[in-house]
């Protein structure tokens, strides 16, 4: 092994396993983020507006059956996932090209896997049930792997698509 790669930080060695750990971490802290604010607005700000019941049917497969919850998500999601496109572009992928185009693609993934999450959910949740695994501890486990799945597109649109560098002209 030479001397100069015995040198080399973790940060450097495994550059793209860094750019995971930073993207997981954003992730992670926006979540944090989001959840709080949706706590927050459905017992505290909108905690009249659950009473208020809605029937649709794309809407209560992601879980929204009531102007609060609607309000609630439409207000925590937007901060979450707004905390989490600054940190990845600023902080994960340092990433130079066109703010509103990454804008736009961005907001094109986050309607996708808020969808397909909400299908993806639906989907473990019923096979869980008819597998007997629910409940306390099975939820959890339901819920993280509903959580980690979009990571499977999420993290190289982030990284190959939405937050890219600008060509270097040669």
Known sequence: ????????????????????????????????VELGVHMLFIKVIFKDLVAQKIDNEILNMIKIDSKGVLFSFIISTTVGYTIAFILNRKVTFKADSNVALSTFLYVLMVIFTILANGWIGSAITGFAAEKGLSG???????????????????????RFVIHRHKKENA
């Open 1 to 32: 092994m030479s001397e100069s790669s015995q040198k080399m930080s973790f940060t450097e060695k495994y550059k793209e396993l860094w750019k995971f750990i930073k993207f997981s971490f954003a992730g992670a802290s926006s979540s944090l």
């Open 136 to 158: 306390g501890f099975w939820d959890l486990v339901i819920k993280i792997i509903g959580m980690a799945i979009p990571t499977l597109w999420t993290y190289p649109l982030n």
